[in-house]
């Protein structure tokens, strides 16, 4: 059997117990910095609010990725990047299998997984 050198039990690598450490980005002193929630919004009118440490307002992205599209996202409410359109850029998971895939490939594919899937459920005679 083999045993841990760890001296602490329980803890996540790089997180001492009782040292105070809240998350990566607190002061080691134990005290949390302050952060700021900072919304953007993008051309689908889709808000995302992402949480960051405190900054001068210069350093904090303009831009942001939308976490509901995947489009570019500004901090500026209602208007649109310069150059976008709304209907171009972000593909689902489905647009990239449509692009690789035919109707009939997906249809083949179909009726294999509900073959299987009806065979694992018969019963015993």
């Not at 997180?15 to 919304?39: F, S, T, Y």
């Not at 649109?80 to 998971?93: C, N, T």
Request: hydrophobic share 30%; net charge neutral.
């Amino acid at each position: 059997m083999v045993h841990s050198s760890s001296g602490f039990r329980g803890t996540r690598v790089g997180v001492i117990q009782g040292a105070g450490l809240k998350n990566q980005g607190d002061d080691p002193l134990g005290e949390p910095l302050p952060r700021i929630c900072v919304p953007y919004w993008c051309a689908m009118g889709h808000e995302t609010r992402p949480v960051f440490l405190k900054l001068p307002d210069d350093q904090i992205p303009d831009v942001w990725d939308c976490r509901q599209c995947g489009r570019p996202s500004s901090r500026n409410p209602g208007a649109g990047l310069p150059g976008e359109a709304p209907d171009e850029g972000f593909k689902s998971h489905l647009d990239y299998v449509k692009e690789r895939r035919s109707s009939q490939d997906a249809e083949d594919v179909l009726a294999g997984a509900l073959r299987r899937l009806r065979a694992s459920r018969r019963l015993p005679d």
